[in-house]
């Protein structure tokens, strides 16, 4: 975890994200609490989210939508989704010998913006996640259809308002030393 600053998690449940469970959202808590920016799946199951919403982790989740922007009939959705990126006919690699196939859902919705997540923090690495957060929420497009997804990202504008954040000084302290302190118990030191 030392140089570790996005993860991404893409485990689902059959009514909601990876957080429905209370120790994969303990643990994705932990990682935030020690300054690492963590963007899940929100699930395919067209279920509202209402177990992240009452239990926030301080994570990004992310809906789906279609290539015009409308919420995707499978993305689940709710006040707890921070942004959607497209989750359909995405053209990518897949298996061996660099085949080409499509691939959808709020999976191929997160790489997306972990992407993004990536480039503000190459512009600013001394983003918090809790800013991180506050930058997609402030910069994406929200219309009437896109709405309970939270919005589409646009890359672009959370780049842009990435860079400028005020740059702080010595990295988050607090953060740093729970990040040593998580290192030392999965290293076995504690």
Same mark, same amino acid.
């Given at each position: ?26 643990? /994705? ?14 699930? =395919? ?43 359909? =006919? ?22 997306? /913006?972990?992407?993004? /997540? ?27 259809? =896109? ?44």
């Amino acid at each position: 975890l030392e140089h570790v600053d996005i993860i991404v998690v893409q485990n689902q449940t059959t009514t909601g994200s990876g957080e429905t469970f209370a120790p994969t959202r303990e643990a /994705v808590s932990l990682a935030v609490k020690s300054g690492i920016t963590v963007v899940g799946a929100a699930g =395919n199951a067209s279920h509202e989210l209402t177990v992240e919403a009452r239990h926030d982790s301080g994570s990004i989740l992310v809906g789906a939508v279609r290539r015009g922007g409308a919420m995707a009939n499978f993305s689940n959705f709710g006040r707890r989704v921070t942004v959607a990126a497209f989750g359909e =006919n995405l053209h990518t690699l897949y298996g061996p010998q660099g085949r080409m196939d499509t691939f959808g859902g709020t999976t191929g919705a997160t790489a997306q /913006v972990a992407a993004a /997540v990536a480039l503000m923090l190459e512009v600013n690495p001394e983003l918090t996640p809790r800013e991180v957060r506050k930058i997609l929420i402030d910069t994406r497009v929200t219309t009437a259809e =896109n709405a309970d997804v939270g919005g589409q990202l646009d890359i672009l504008k959370a780049v842009e308002a990435a860079k400028l954040v005020p740059r702080a000084a010595p990295r988050h302290d607090d953060a740093l030393k729970l990040r040593r302190q998580v290192q030392k118990i999965l290293r076995g030191e504690l």
